[in-house]
């Protein structure tokens, strides 16, 4: 009897080791003035929760801009909340008062109607949207480029996405980009890492897209836990993944 029944015993234990889904509670900060890192949270597709139970937007809550603000702090002369960041809704007024918002995995995102109003008005108004870590066909219903497109052409109808070269000014700024062969961060699988970076913009609206995840890198540290010296130098220049601003 027990033998019949070890087949079934198995298919239940491997079926309640898969991690639950859950959302995390945000622990936002009160506006005060300083700069806050302000997270994006938008509704899923199918398969958004395949990472440890997360849904997408949360992936690297909230250890990951914890680091990065530290890192701000010891390169620049921002001064950043280094005690917490926020988790904002595309659709919050409250998201206004963040001149720089960041968006994960956002091949999972679901845009909605008030969604599309929020963010054309926050673009417009001057707002730097970061989006990181999109990989076609990456992860189960993960949609990729193509969502991210599709839902840009709904909040800018009007514009499209072109190619940019390391010649734009953006890429001499603040470093000078001498490539756009992004190195991929270690914990990516092989067939990513030989992929290329693509660098795309809408407008004035400034896009890098490529396969890998800068999140990775400020996830984990050395010694310090902001430490990011071992991230490929290119990936540190680069640094923040997918960027769209109005800013010329």
Same mark, same amino acid.
């Given at each position: 009897?027990?033998?019949?029944? %070890?087949?079934?015993? /198995?298919?239940?234990?491997? %079926?309640?080791?898969?991690? %639950?889904? $859950?959302?995390?509670?945000?622990?936002?900060?009160?506006?005060?003035? !300083?700069?806050?890192?302000?997270?994006? !949270?938008?509704?899923?597709?199918?398969?958004?929760?395949?990472? =440890?139970?997360?849904?997408?937007?949360? @992936?690297? $809550?909230?250890?990951? +801009? +914890?680091?990065?603000?530290?890192?701000? @702090?010891?390169?620049? *002369?921002?001064? %950043? @909340?280094?005690?917490?960041?926020?988790?904002?809704?595309?659709? #919050?007024?409250? *998201? /206004?008062?963040?001149?720089?918002?960041?968006?994960? +995995?956002?091949? $999972?995102?679901? *845009?909605? #109607?008030? +969604?599309?109003?929020?963010?054309?008005?926050?673009?417009?108004?001057?707002?730097?949207?970061?989006?990181?870590?999109?990989? #076609?066909?990456?992860?189960?219903?993960?949609?990729?480029?193509?969502?991210?497109?599709?839902?840009?052409?709904?909040? /800018?109808?009007?514009?499209?996405?072109? #190619?940019?070269?390391?010649? @734009?000014?953006?890429?001499?700024?603040? /470093?000078?980009?001498?490539?756009?062969?992004?190195? =991929?961060?270690?914990?990516?699988?092989?067939?990513?890492?030989?992929?290329?970076?693509?660098?795309?913009?809408?407008?004035?609206?400034?896009?890098?897209?490529?396969?890998?995840?800068?999140?990775?890198?400020?996830?984990?540290?050395?010694? !310090?836990?902001?430490?990011? !010296?071992?991230?490929?130098?290119?990936?540190?220049?680069?640094?923040?993944?997918?960027?769209?601003?109005?800013?010329?």
């Amino acid at each position: 009897m027990l033998s019949r029944l %070890a087949p079934l015993l /198995f298919i239940l234990a491997g %079926a309640t080791a898969a991690p %639950a889904q $859950y959302d995390p509670v945000p622990r936002n900060l009160p506006y005060d003035g !300083r700069f806050t890192f302000a997270r994006l !949270r938008y509704a899923v597709a199918n398969g958004g929760y395949y990472y =440890r139970g997360l849904p997408a937007w949360a @992936h690297g $809550y909230s250890h990951a +801009e +914890e680091n990065l603000m530290k890192i701000t @702090h010891e390169v620049s *002369l921002i001064n %950043a @909340h280094l005690d917490g960041s926020n988790v904002i809704a595309i659709d #919050d007024p409250e *998201l /206004f008062r963040y001149p720089v918002s960041y968006m994960t +995995e956002a091949g $999972y995102w679901v *845009l909605t #109607d008030a +969604e599309i109003v929020a963010l054309r008005k926050y673009v417009l108004k001057g707002g730097f949207l970061i989006l990181d870590d999109t990989r #076609d066909g990456f992860s189960p219903g993960n949609m990729g480029w193509a969502n991210i497109q599709a839902n840009f052409k709904r909040i /800018f109808p009007e514009l499209s996405f072109v #190619d940019l070269t390391r010649a @734009h000014p953006i890429f001499h700024s603040f /470093f000078d980009i001498e490539s756009l062969d992004v190195v =991929r961060q270690t914990t990516t699988a092989a067939r990513w890492r030989s992929a290329r970076c693509s660098t795309r913009t809408i407008r004035r609206n400034a896009s890098w897209c490529w396969s890998t995840s800068t999140r990775t890198c400020r996830s984990t540290g050395n010694s !310090r836990p902001w430490d990011f !010296r071992s991230c490929p130098g290119r990936m540190r220049r680069t640094s923040w993944g997918s960027t769209i601003s109005s800013t010329p």
